[in-house]
């Protein structure tokens, strides 16, 4: 293949190039416009879009409470009906169905707490044990 060729063959390439760079310019501006709005929140961006920014600089959506409780106040109230023994799956089951705001993680690290602060006890693989009634619970809370 000749030089000719070659250079003929980029330029008929030139319009597909151009329009590629304009679409990636329209991009780089779009993101430039998000980081100086984010910038003009002056540190509270996090808080107004609802994120949770963990020490990695990792963002997480925190969850709509208006729906329902979360973590351990979730737990408390699922085992404040019927204290005793828990699978950690059967939590899960019960916080989804009653359209609590906790992810099944979110399950396991409250039920992680309680047995850290004593208000609930290992008793097996994945299986918890809550006493006390309902107030007794929810005193606890």
Same mark, same amino acid.
Do not use: C, H
């Given at each position: 293949?000749? $030089?000719?060729?070659i250079? #003929?063959?980029?330029?008929? &390439?030139?319009?597909?190039?151009? /329009?590629?760079?304009?679409a990636?310019?329209? !991009? @780089?501006?779009?993101?430039?416009?998000?980081?100086?709005?984010? !910038?003009?929140?002056?540190?509270?961006? /996090?808080?107004?879009?609802?994120?949770?920014?963990?020490?990695?600089g #990792?963002?997480?959506?925190?969850?709509?409470? #208006? !729906?329902?409780?979360?973590?351990?106040? $979730?737990? =408390?109230?699922?085992? @404040?009906?019927?204290?005793g023994?828990?699978?950690? #799956?059967?939590?899960?089951? $019960? @916080? =989804?169905?009653?359209?609590?705001?906790?992810?099944?993680?979110?399950?396991?690290?409250?039920?992680?707490?309680?047995?850290a602060?004593?208000?609930a006890? !290992?008793?097996?693989?994945?299986r918890? &044990?809550?006493?006390?009634? $309902?107030?007794?619970?929810?005193? @606890?809370?």
């Amino acid at each position: 293949m000749e $030089a000719s060729q070659i250079t #003929s063959g980029l330029i008929d &390439r030139l319009p597909e190039w151009e /329009a590629e760079a304009e679409a990636l310019e329209r !991009k @780089a501006r779009a993101v430039r416009q998000v980081v100086e709005g984010l !910038k003009a929140l002056n540190g509270d961006a /996090a808080a107004i879009l609802g994120l949770n920014i963990g020490p990695n600089g #990792s963002a997480a959506v925190l969850p709509d409470v #208006s !729906k329902g409780p979360v973590g351990r106040e $979730a737990v =408390r109230r699922l085992v @404040a009906e019927r204290p005793g023994v828990w699978k950690v #799956s059967d939590l899960k089951d $019960a @916080a =989804r169905r009653r359209g609590f705001p906790i992810s099944k993680m979110g399950v396991e690290k409250a039920v992680m707490r309680m047995v850290a602060s004593g208000e609930a006890v !290992k008793v097996g693989y994945g299986r918890y &044990r809550f006493e006390g009634g $309902a107030q007794e619970v929810m005193d @606890a809370a």
